[in-house]
């Protein structure tokens, strides 16, 4: 069964950086895909970042930089660093899994989430 476990979310000001960890069982190597989506109220849930299954990396269009997906595939442990933290990126912070299931479909799992606030 597949968990994961965001921490690292929190109060920031408005220029500041966070960075939020997920903890991923049980092994992270086999996820066909995983990253990071955010939801504000009202809003729908958008991708942040993520590393695709044909390697590299894709960030969501208002990342524009100021974000970093890292891996730890040894650890099994995935990070968001956020630099320049602007208040318009207030929300809850979802690590997501893709898994592709024996009868070959993708499954999505996510954690329970991670608040950050950026105070303006």
């Known amino acids: 069964q597949v968990q994961l476990v965001e921490t690292g979310g929190g109060l920031v000001q408005t220029g500041g950086s966070l960075r939020l960890s997920c903890a991923a069982s049980?092994?992270?190597?086999?996820?066909?895909?995983i990253g990071w989506y955010r939801q504000s109220a009202g809003n729908q849930r958008e991708l942040v970042a993520e590393?695709?299954?044909?390697?590299?990396?894709k960030y969501g269009d208002f990342v524009k930089g100021r974000f970093t997906i890292l891996l730890n595939s040894v650890q099994n442990i995935m990070y968001l660093q956020m630099n320049n933290l602007q208040h318009e990126d207030t929300s809850v912070y979802y690590c997501?899994?893709?898994?592709?299931?024996?009868?070959?479909?993708?499954?999505?799992?996510w954690g329970q989430g991670t608040q950050v606030t950026v105070s303006s």
């Open positions: 049980p092994n992270i190597n086999d996820f066909y895909k």
């Open positions: 997501n899994a893709r898994v592709l299931d024996r009868a070959y479909r993708y499954i999505d799992y």
């Open positions: 590393i695709p299954p044909s390697g590299g990396t």
